[in-house]
């Protein structure tokens, strides 16, 4: 079945960077586009990034664009995302999402996420 | 962004009674190529979303059939025939016809 698996969270300091990693097995990753979405504590959801299947085309919310940066490494199934700059309101459980194959904002699989904890 | 609004944020259930959820989006959801993506998710404490609803009325694979969801444009509904235990949490919309997709606040269903 499909399985999605993060890494790469935890308690950082403001202004340091951090990259999340994502795991994939159970489907043909190398053909789905794939989001990252978090949510902070108590709040909702907001998709930060999507990566098309051969990560040519990428695009972010006006919150993160030029901090976070999406990638993926289709030979090794891996989604990941850098995160630069770290601030306070970066706070967030971060999914890593599968969308579907003919729908570039349809998601449908999630993971069971990371936490990210930006504190002095 | 478009912005999904939810309602109620909160909505106490009696078991096998029947609940339903509004969101309403602030542009039409209709995209380009004809469709409208409108999805519906559901959280549990302590886990991850599950999408139940895609495209406005489609039911995902091994969810149950008192899960519906209709509407259009910039209207949506979630029902849900007969409520049971395991239906607790919260539910979310979510537009995918415009970059970046945007999600509903969230309507907390419990049982009363």
């Known amino acids: 079945q499909v399985q999605l698996v993060e890494s790469g969270g935890g308690v950082v300091q403001p202004g340091t960077s951090l990259t999340l990693s994502c795991a994939t097995s159970g489907f043909t990753f190398s053909t789905y586009p794939m989001h990252w979405v978090r949510q902070a504590p108590g709040r909702g959801l907001e998709c930060v990034a999507v990566i098309s299947y051969d990560g040519s085309s990428k695009h972010y919310a006006d919150s993160v664009r030029g901090r976070f940066t999406i990638s993926r490494d289709n030979s090794n199934n891996t989604l990941y995302l850098q995160i630069n700059s770290l601030r306070a309101e970066d706070t967030a459980v971060y999914y890593c999402?599968?969308?579907?194959?003919?729908?570039?904002?349809?998601?449908?699989?999630w993971g069971q996420g990371t936490l990210v904890a930006v504190s002095s | 962004d478009v912005v999904m609004t939810q309602s109620p944020l909160f909505l106490p259930v009696t078991l096998g009674q029947p609940a339903s959820i509004s969101c309403r989006s602030s542009?039409?959801?209709?995209?380009?190529?004809?469709?409208?993506?409108l999805n519906w998710f559901h959280q549990r404490p302590g886990q991850s979303p599950r999408r139940l609803i895609y495209k406005v009325s489609n039911r995902d694979s091994g969810v149950p059939d008192r899960f519906s969801g209709s509407g259009s444009g910039t209207d949506f509904t979630l029902k849900i025939s007969r409520v049971e235990a395991e239906d607790i949490g919260v539910y979310y919309c979510m537009q995918g016809s415009h970059w970046p997709p945007t999600f509903g606040q969230g309507t907390k269903v419990e049982i009363q």
């Open positions: 999402a599968r969308a579907q194959v003919d729908g570039y904002n349809q998601i449908d699989y």
């Open positions: 542009e039409s959801l209709v995209h380009s190529d004809g469709n409208t993506y």
